[in-house]
T-cell receptor, first 112, second 118 residues
Framework: GQQVMQIPQYQHVQEGEDFTTYCNSS?????IQWYKQRPGGHPVFLIQLVKSGEVKKQKRLTFQFGEAKKNSSLHITATQTTDVGTYFCAGRYGGSQGNLIFGKGTKLSVKP | NAGVTQTPKFQVLKTGQSMTLQCAQD?????MYWYRQDPGMGLRLIYY???????DKGEVPNGYNVSRLNKREFSLRLESAAPSQTSVYFCASRRTSGRGRTHSYEQYFGPGTRLTVT
């Protein structure tokens, strides 16, 4: 079946360092969403990317969708302790009615 | 608005016992979902309901049943719990676009139910 691969599984950074997580699909995605889950919490939607080559920014977070719509990345500039959590990408296949396929997530820890 | 609510928050079951996890949303969303989350495995879809009156299997449906009681409520039942069903269970809902429209909306998750089967 369809799979969304996400790397790395864990990332430990010093506060102020940058962080990037990557997602890859073997087949073309309709769109991709990103979620953040704080420790002990539930996933919370961050953003959706739909167009080929799309780049969106939210303050220190930059999201990219590849030209072929098979990969995506989330980059955090100058991490803060509030960025701690697990970041999931979730790809959708087959149009707006298809279900999301979640990557396994990247767990980010930030050392003050 | 409470968003998506789930009960109970925690549950311990013995192998073979049954239980129902409850989920309700007050956002008038058509679609509802049940996921399980295990360490290192991400979120895996158990069952979903695209609209009131319909349910479909997801990636890992074995050992579970669901009921879409009405538009607000979507319950998950474990008929005979097994240790392999120890997990955190999340319910989610999503607004869906009308037929022919292409917008895809985000999912809203409940706080989760932490289930342990001994």
């Amino acid at each position: 079946g369809q799979q969304v691969m996400q790397i790395p599984q864990y990332q430990h950074v010093q506060e102020g360092e940058d962080f990037t997580t990557y997602c890859n699909s073997s087949t073309t995605l309709s769109n991709i969403q990103w979620y953040k889950q704080r420790p002990g919490g539930h996933p919370v939607f961050l953003i959706q990317l739909v167009k080929s080559g799309e780049v969106k920014k939210q303050k220190r977070l930059t999201f990219q969708f590849g030209e072929a719509k098979k990969n995506s990345s989330l980059h955090i500039t100058a991490t803060q302790t509030t960025d701690v959590g697990t970041y999931f990408c979730a790809g959708r296949y087959g149009g707006s009615q298809g279900n999301l396929i979640f990557g396994k997530g990247t767990k980010l820890s930030v050392k003050p | 608005n409470a968003g998506v609510t789930q009960t109970p928050k925690f549950q311990v079951l013995k192998t073979g016992q049954s239980m129902t996890l409850q989920c309700a949303q007050d956002m008038n969303h058509n679609s509802m979902y049940w996921y399980r989350q295990d360490p290192g495995m991400g979120l895996r879809l158990i069952y979903y309901s695209a609209s009131e009156g319909t349910t479909d299997k997801g990636e890992v449906p074995n050992g579970y049943n669901v009921s879409r009681l009405n538009k607000r409520e979507f319950s998950l039942r474990l008929e005979s719990a097994a240790p392999s069903q120890t997990s955190v269970y999340f319910c989610a809902s999503r607004r869906t676009s009308g037929r022919g429209r292409t917008h895809s909306y985000e999912q809203y998750f409940g706080p989760g139910t932490r289930l342990t089967v001994t």
